[in-house]
């Protein structure tokens, strides 16, 4: 077996969200989506290439956008049983130290906790902030809550690149 790096993220963290992110740090588009025009009204924020599901082994898995972002193709397993906190969800792929800012950036986002390498003594390498100090909830559905997570997600920046991934 290989050495991985496993992100354990809360349960409030919906799978779409994960791969919303995710999917901005590695390059890809997030623009402001507006609902006036339709009887609901409001607006969220919308992520393009849409990450592409798959199942390995029944474990959802993220594709973005088969290369489409930075020319690369991304391949990251989502545990819904993470196995270190009840109810917690585990994010995993293949350990490389040059997407440790990727994954940082993950846990400080979501208020997750790291695992850079899961062969090591240590661990967790990590511990992100939690959403009181955040100023966002993760599963704000509605009103301020809703518009709070949203904005949180236009804001996400870049953090690497396709060659930094594949490096």
């Known amino acids: 077996m290989g050495v991985d790096t496993k992100l354990y993220l809360p349960p409030e963290a919906r799978i779409e969200d994960v791969f919303d992110v995710l999917t901005i740090m590695l390059g890809g588009d997030v623009y402001k989506h507006d609902f006036t025009a339709t009887n609901h009204g409001g607006w969220s924020a919308e992520v393009r290439p849409v990450p592409e599901y798959k199942t390995f082994n029944d474990i959802p ?9 930075n ?11 993470g196995g270190f906190l009840p109810g917690w969800k585990q994010l995993s792929t293949g350990y490389r130290t040059e997407r440790k800012p990727l994954w940082i950036a993950m846990t400080d986002f979501f208020g997750g906790m790291l695992d850079m390498s899961d062969s090591d003594d240590i661990e967790i390498d990590h511990a992100g902030i939690w959403s009181e100090k955040r100023g966002y909830r993760l599963d704000g559905s509605d009103g301020d809550a809703w ?15 396709a060659d930094e991934w594949n490096h």
Do not use: C, P, R, S
Request: glycine share 6%.
């Open 61 to 69: 898995t993220m594709v973005v956008a088969n290369g489409d972002v």
């Open 71 to 81: 020319g690369a193709i991304y391949h990251v397993y989502y545990h819904f049983e």
């Open 147 to 161: 518009y709070q997570f949203q904005e949180a997600k236009l804001n996400v920046k870049q953090v690497l690149t």
